[in-house]
């Protein structure tokens, strides 16, 4: 019989952490060996405790450190904070590849949120123009958030040759109406109670527009993500940039 295994997470007390906490001490193939907050002693709880995987939802500022501690102790990280920059990903990459472990950091374990960008990317060469509204909880600490920037960025990228159009206001009487830009993909951040994590993507052609949605009604919607790519990632060395790649949408 397959032993479970061991994962840990840094950030068990947030809004996140403390759902996969839940989740992850009802998974018969997972052992919850700990949390690990700030303050602690994380290369102390890394030696003692021994994760296979370190699942991390925390703060940007703090999770590019967990992870290369994880990876050094031969854990596979699993990051979902949000708000690292493509150099800190390279180099999580790089130190993975060094410790021979596999990790990932996806900018949205939600499966449905994944299938929304991979559904947007099909959708991108058959329209002259888009732009994608979030919808966050007030405390979001990011804007626009890591799904939002990454779904632009991927759309930019389908429309080389032909760039999206977004049309400025000629007279903006309140500054950022417009929103932010990236590519030519126009992108809107609302905050406000009552939102976990939602966004659209809206395609606009002369008479008809196409508007791609994914709604988070719990946190709930990020265990099946994180669960299967603890189970990816501590299986093989492979180091994936987004929950697509694993999916085989990337």
């Known amino acids: 019989m397959t032993e479970p295994t061991r994962v840990a ?34 290369a102390e709880f890394l030696h003692s405790k021994r994760p296979r995987a370190l699942v991390d939802f925390t703060r940007p500022t703090e999770a590019l450190h ?31 590849a060094a410790k021979g472990v596999g990790g990932i950091v996806a900018p949205n374990f939600a499966i449905g949120a994944v299938l929304m960008m991979h559904l947007a990317d099909i959708a991108a060469p058959h329209f002259d123009a888009v ?10 600490l990011d804007a626009p958030s890591g799904t939002a920037l990454s779904t632009a960025r991927r759309l930019a990228a389908r429309r080389k040759e032909t760039p999206f159009a977004h049309r400025k206001a000629e007279k903006e009487t309140l500054a950022g109406t417009r929103g932010g830009e990236e590519g030519g993909v126009a992108v809107h951040s609302v905050r406000l109670p009552g939102f976990v994590a939602d966004q659209e993507v809206i395609f606009g052609l002369p008479g008809q527009t ?32 987004g929950l697509d790649e694993l999916l085989g949408l990337g």
Do not use: M, W
């Open 210 to 241: 196409l508007t791609i949605a994914h709604r988070t009604t719990s946190r709930e919607a990020y265990v099946p993500g994180v669960l299967l790519a603890i189970q990816r990632v501590t299986a093989d060395q492979r180091f994936y940039r």
């Open 66 to 96: 967990n992870a290369l501690a994880a990876v050094a102790a031969g854990a596979s990280p699993v990051v979902g904070t949000t708000g690292l920059s493509a150099a800190d990903v390279d180099k999580l990459e790089t130190a993975c």
């Open 131 to 140: 732009e994608i509204i979030e919808l966050h909880h007030a405390g979001k």
């Open 9 to 42: 997470i840094a950030g068990h007390r947030g809004k996140v952490g403390s759902v996969l906490v839940a989740a992850f001490q009802d998974e018969s193939s997972l052992e919850y060996v700990g949390g690990i907050g700030r303050g602690d002693d994380l």
